[in-house]
């Protein structure tokens, strides 16, 4: 019998397959294939004991009831079953959740960071056990996020009435970040100051000092404000800063101190995750979810490794690969030893950070089998990694200070003089020379001038800098900062505003409002520190039942306890009693309670309960009508949207998708993405047809919105991939 391989994505099985051959079965599980029950209290899914969580997971949606029937189908098939879910956490908690829901008993997991043959086979050869820490972080973390998100959107949120949909435990600390920098900003007073220079005919321009203290520390701070133009010493009026213009035009100018020194300048650490998204957002004008999907894209095929670490360790197999490419090709820039780069705080040192998996895979050799965006960023991950093994480079800084009267003047230069790593990875401002100067040397001015300028407010961040952000004060792990940016779009808390995230009206009225209702909740060090625990759990050092209950029963349930009562004296609208899941999947506003103003009872009839549906008028730009159907009855929450097209109302994707049988699912893969095709039932020419598209809804829309099979003479046939062929069996 075959043994069989369990991964998460699709897109990894024509290269895995070519790998590891026909006596091999290979199966994805598009990803997630459970998650937790939306019943009990609050929708939870779970219970809270004394010391102990009762879980109740369900499939995701039908597609994962089909993806499950036919793993189970393969299970019973093999030999030997394997699983390969991706090399973290999540891939852990996924792992399990295949183990449960299989029943499998002694599945052997497989961990690899790059889809290469020695990577995959090295690890086949040395399976493991599931790792029952990872799995518990996984856990807890699933339960965190729901736990907070449902109940704290419930009780909180909605009670606002504001047009806020949810929040979250990541979500809400970052939203506070970007709220808390716009506030800065509509705070600010610009003041006025002068930037007062001095340029002179030997060719080099020189800015105002008060004093050799005041030199060496303006000095500083100008290297602090990154992407600032060279200032003088800020002068506060324009009657000083007139003197100090008739000061350098009535005195002599002379050289009074000149300063040369070497220094080396080490070469950057290889990507983590989140500088791989910062490079590529200033680099490539690449959002972090875009980045994330292509360097998916390079990792399934195979090119980099995993893209979901925040470790910046490297191999020593690929050090030693990078000395010998060096050694070869550019001889001068091999370091005496292979150079090491400082760990991040709380990275996960098991990992490697993000490489190619060749050295010798150059990026002009991939042009031709990668997409544009693809050998774009390949390239950056390339050039990154070797940089990162090179020598240093070396700069001769020059300092000069001319006085005048009272009056000193300071200019900088700098020269690269070894490029060193710099000819792969290039973050050092161009050259500045400033001419060969003497001790006491007289200069002739050319000019003198005062620059009025105005302080400027903080600035907006974009994407990449939140990100960078977001590491910085711990919030999140690599997996969540582009889903989390995401969300923030999505619920219309931000906008994309030229380049820069921008608070809505909406986020910062519901910021503004946890801030007083669960002020520790959304502070970065309070989120930092759960993730901390999460950390914790993960390497067996906290057990995460007792955790998640100590936390909930020492802070959360108080805290949302004293919310409620703030919330009961301003006299705000009760919380609806719907499901957590109409507020946080559907694409609307939340749930309004349906005696709301301007609600109006319908002839429509829920489609859980039976009851009338409400119709609540809503300002909504995503609804395509001026309101949406709330169901009548206490305690049901259904929510339907006017769908213009087949001018009927309709539940939310989500839910429509939860109530089709696994029928509708083909065993056909998506040629784009791998995931399975569906049937779509339409109407043209007064007959039904049938077609099949891509069962994934965000794809359609994207990368697969050319994937249509149309049925003619048996068959299913499209004008961009031809007739519908079986998949190869080693590969599906």
Known sequence: MPNLLLIESPGKL??????????????ASMGHVRELANDGEDALGFDLGVNSVECRYQPRDARSKKVLSDLLQAVKKADSVYIATDPDREGETIGWHLQQALRLKNPLRVVYSEITPQ?????IAQPRTLNSDLVAAGRARDCLDKLVGYKGSRHVVWPLNNGAKSMGRVQSATLHLLCRREREIQAFVPQDYWSVWVSYREGFKAFYRSSPKAQRQSAQDQAQEQGSEKESERVTSQARADQLVA??????????????????????????????????????????????????????????????????????????????????????????KTTQHRAIKGSQEAHEAIRPTEVSHVPQQLQRELSSDEARLYELIWNRAVASQCAPAQLRKTRVVTQSGEAY?????????????????????????????????SLALQKAQADQKQTQPPPRYSEPALVKLMEQKGIGRPSTYAPTIKTLRERQYVELLQGKLQPTSLGLDLDGALETLLPDLIQPEFTA??????????????????????WYQSYFAPALNQAQQQLRSRVLIPAPNGSPEAAVTAPSVPPTPSKAAGAKLTKTKCPTCGEAMAKIPSRSPKLKAKHFLKCSAAGCGTVMFWNAKAKRYELPYRQQSASL??????????????????????????????????SLLENRRGKCKDVAFFQSRGEFWSPNFGTLRLP?????
């Open 14 to 27: 024509k290269k895995l397959g070519q790998i590891l051959g026909p006596n091999w079965i290979i199966k």
């Open 119 to 123: 990577a995959v086979r090295a690890a």
């Open 247 to 336: 000061i350098a035009q009535s005195h002599p100018h002379r050289v009074v101190e000149i300063e040369g020194k070497q220094t080396k300048q080490s070469p950057p650490a290889p990507f983590v995750t989140s500088t791989l998204q910062q490079a590529a957002g200033a680099k490539l004008h690449f959002s972090p979810e875009q980045t994330m999907k292509v360097a998916q894209s390079l990792y399934e095929k195979g090119h980099i490794t995993y893209m979901r670490t925040d470790s910046v360790m490297l191999s020593a197999a690929f050090c030693e690969s990078v000395r010998q490419y060096l050694q070869q090709h550019d001889p001068t820039n091999v370091p005496r």
């Open 409 to 441: 003047w300071e200019a900088r230069g700098q020269v690269l003089e070894f490029a060193g790593y710099t000819r792969y990875w290039n973050n050092i401002s161009a050259d500045s020379v400033l001419p060969a100067l003497t001790q006491g040397q």
């Open 529 to 550: 520190q759960m993730e901390t625990a999460l950390d914790a759990i993960a390497t067996g050092e906290q057990e995460w039942q007792a955790y998640l209950n100590g």
């Open 661 to 694: 049988g696994p029928e509708k699912f083909t065993d056909y893969p998506c040629p784009v993405c791998g995931a399975l095709l569906e049937r779509y039932t339409y109407t043209r020419d007064g007959q039904d047809k049938v077609m099949l598209r891509c």
């Open 728 to 732: 190869e069996p080693q590969v599906t």
